[in-house]
């Protein structure tokens, strides 16, 4: 039994030299428009405040409780988030399943129409539509200009931050986003 105690030590070490490649390895990995993601050195809790989906029921971020997500706060009056929603449609096409999702909150005054008429002319079919009209969970995840998209692990925290638009269908972000599922081991 001492003789294992002694080897703790060493694995530990392993186990951090370990962790230092895979960090090192998805920081390779930001690349293109994913060099403005913020990727955490350790997952961060996230706020339980609700939100709505289009018929009214309340929700929190635990309903998307084992996926990932790639949590998208954005307007309907937003211009950049014209461009991007595009291909936040792509990326949920191209790796939505059981274990990742694309959630979009329409952050502040969206009113359903205007959505579904902003979603009609730029392309979306494949997004759900959310609602954050008092931009209480806006707020609480410390949102503060659109677009945001913040990226949250199965446990429903977040691992990584992405202030501004960017090409979520893109190479650059799927090979990121497939690293980052691939990486939880």
């Given at each position: 039994m001492v003789r294992h105690l002694r080897l703790v030590p060493l694995y530990m070490a392993l186990c951090l030299g370990a962790n230092t490649v895979a960090a090192q390895d998805m920081q390779?990995?930001?690349?293109?428009?994913?060099?403005?993601?913020?990727?955490?050195?350790?997952?961060?809790?996230?706020?339980?405040?609700?939100?709505?989906?289009?018929?009214?029921?309340?929700?929190?971020?635990?309903?998307?409780?084992?996926?990932?997500?790639?949590?998208?706060?954005?307007?309907?009056?937003?211009?950049?988030?014209?461009?991007?929603?595009?291909?936040?449609?792509?990326?949920?096409?191209?790796?939505?399943?059981?274990?990742?999702?694309?959630?979009?909150?329409?952050?502040g005054r969206n009113p359903i129409p205007a959505i579904n008429r902003f979603f009609e002319e730029v392309g979306v079919s494949d997004l759900p539509v959310y609602l954050d009209p008092r931009q209480g969970m806006t707020r609480a995840m410390g949102v503060f200009g659109l677009p945001t998209t913040v990226v949250l692990n199965p446990d429903g925290q977040e691992i990584g931050r992405l202030r501004g638009d960017a090409d979520w269908g893109g190479e650059d972000a799927l090979a990121l986003m497939t690293a980052l599922m691939s990486d939880a081991g």
């Amino acid at each position: 039994m001492v003789r294992h105690l002694r080897l703790v030590p060493l694995y530990m070490a392993l186990c951090l030299g370990a962790n230092t490649v895979a960090a090192q390895d998805m920081q390779d990995l930001l690349a293109g428009d994913m060099r403005a993601m913020a990727l955490h050195e350790a997952p961060q809790d996230v706020t339980d405040v609700s939100f709505t989906d289009a018929d009214g029921t309340e929700m929190t971020l635990q309903d998307f409780a084992g996926e990932y997500v790639v949590l998208n706060f954005w307007a309907t009056w937003c211009a950049p988030c014209r461009e991007e929603m595009p291909s936040l449609n792509t990326l949920q096409q191209e790796l939505g399943g059981d274990n990742f999702r694309v959630v979009t909150i329409a952050s502040g005054r969206n009113p359903i129409p205007a959505i579904n008429r902003f979603f009609e002319e730029v392309g979306v079919s494949d997004l759900p539509v959310y609602l954050d009209p008092r931009q209480g969970m806006t707020r609480a995840m410390g949102v503060f200009g659109l677009p945001t998209t913040v990226v949250l692990n199965p446990d429903g925290q977040e691992i990584g931050r992405l202030r501004g638009d960017a090409d979520w269908g893109g190479e650059d972000a799927l090979a990121l986003m497939t690293a980052l599922m691939s990486d939880a081991g």
